[in-house]
């Protein structure tokens, strides 16, 4: 690893470099390579110009969006632990830095970026034996999975998704994992809520669920149909927060954020997508949906600029009945009111009454589908019977409060 710093590179086109600064500890310095075009910028939020910028302390937003957090972190200091004396954001940064989620790479000087093995996804989606097998995907892909988030997951390349086997070399898919003993029937329970998200017309990455329950498959929201991948920022970076600042703030500034960053022929269809995804929330007891878990997607910077798709959707109150918002609305991180919604509907988002209206029949229609999804699916696995109760019992009550 180099100790000095990492080139970083814009759909495989070196913009600049990222290093520790010699003075200050703690402190990082990102400098465009001289005639970086503007096309190149590294984030919406750090445009090209002539000088270094200073991250103020801690690693730039932007670079530290898709550090691995959790499992996956422990994961990759027991790997390197004997080869690496430090291990601070930059030398992580460094290990995972050629597979990422959004079109950003970084690599040391002269090191090539690497391509993401091949794995069979409809194998892990069928596996029902008795190994941990997601144990195992960790030991093969931890240094090629440039993702955050505190559930343990992964980013493979499935052998059957590759558009050409010989230039198709990135990531297709993200699998995630959960600890069931601390949160048993996770991965069953994002999947439907992510079907609640499909049925009720939000855009959502296409999700499926492992037979064993174990997994969660979710495929690539940000790739391209030739096998390139879009820009993609969450909303800690647009709010300028850590990766730690995730709950801070507040649905309505969320929506200015979003008005703020998303192109201006986009704005209807972002807000109206905002609206949904917080009343789904609210519905299904999503305690969750914090800054990270809302971003845009772009072509190139300025250019086309959209809200991304529903990709981390599920409800927590099985597990934390008591658990309210992830951010606030109308001053409260309390489950809000159907009047409640309807005011962040009409002064946050913009939304005529008629239309809020129909957004939120249209959640509680995606979610009693999902609900009979969940029961047939209990009819055919038993053992998952008792989840699905509790779950369904949750939903009703979320649908109950929103008078849907």
């Not at 892990?124 to 993702?147: K, P, V």
């Not at 048993?184 to 064993?212: I, K």
């Not at 807000?271 to 305690?287: D, E, H």
């Amino acid at each position: 690893m180099n100790r000095n710093g990492v080139e970083v590179y814009v759909d495989g086109v070196r913009a600049g470099t990222l290093s520790r600064s010699d003075l200050e500890p703690d402190t990082f310095l990102f400098g465009y390579a001289a005639g970086c075009e503007d096309c190149h910028a590294v984030s919406l939020t750090m445009p090209v110009v002539a000088d270094q910028v200073d991250s103020m302390g801690f690693l730039h937003p932007i670079f530290e969006m898709n550090l691995p957090e959790g499992m996956l972190r422990q994961r990759l200091e027991l790997m390197f632990a004997k080869v690496l004396r430090d291990f601070d954001a930059l030398t992580l940064l460094d290990i995972v830095g050629r597979s990422q989620v959004g079109r950003l790479r970084y690599a040391s000087q002269g090191k090539p970026l690497d391509d993401v093995p091949a794995e069979n996804v409809g194998h892990l989606l069928a596996y029902r034996g008795t190994e941990d097998l997601f144990s195992d995907l960790l030991d093969r892909y931890a240094r090629h999975s440039g993702i955050s988030g505190l559930q343990p997951k992964v980013l493979v390349r499935d052998e059957a998704a590759s558009i050409d086997r010989i230039t198709d070399r990135g990531a297709t898919h993200i699998v995630k994992s959960f600890n069931p003993g601390e949160f048993p029937e996770l991965a069953a329970n994002e999947f439907f809520s992510m079907q609640a998200a499909r049925h009720a017309g939000l855009p959502t990455a296409r999700v499926q669920l492992a037979e064993s329950r174990a997994l969660l498959v979710v495929e690539r929201f940000d790739r391209t149909a030739a096998g390139s991948y879009l820009g993609f920022e969450d909303f800690c970076v647009l709010s300028g927060l850590r990766a730690s600042g995730r709950y801070s703030g507040s649905y309505e500034t969320l929506a200015r954020r979003v008005a703020t960053f998303v192109s201006p022929q986009h704005h209807p269809a972002a807000l109206r997508q905002l609206f949904g995804t917080v009343a789904l929330c609210s519905a299904i007891g999503n305690g969750d949906a914090h800054l990270k878990n809302f971003a845009v997607l772009y072509d190139a910077p300025g250019v086309n600029v959209r809200l991304a798709p529903v990709y981390d959707m599920l409800s927590t109150r099985p597990y934390l009945p008591r658990d309210g918002l992830a951010l606030e609305l109308d001053g409260s991180k309390a489950f809000p009111s159907r009047r409640q919604l309807m005011g962040f509907a009409r002064q946050s988002c913009g939304l005529a009454k008629p239309v809020a209206e129909g957004i939120l029949a249209r959640v509680g229609q995606g979610v009693l589908a999902a609900l009979a999804e969940m029961q047939g699916y209990a009819v055919q696995h038993p053992d998952f019977a008792k989840s699905a109760d509790r779950l369904s019992q949750v939903f009703r009550e979320g649908l109950a409060r929103l008078g849907l």
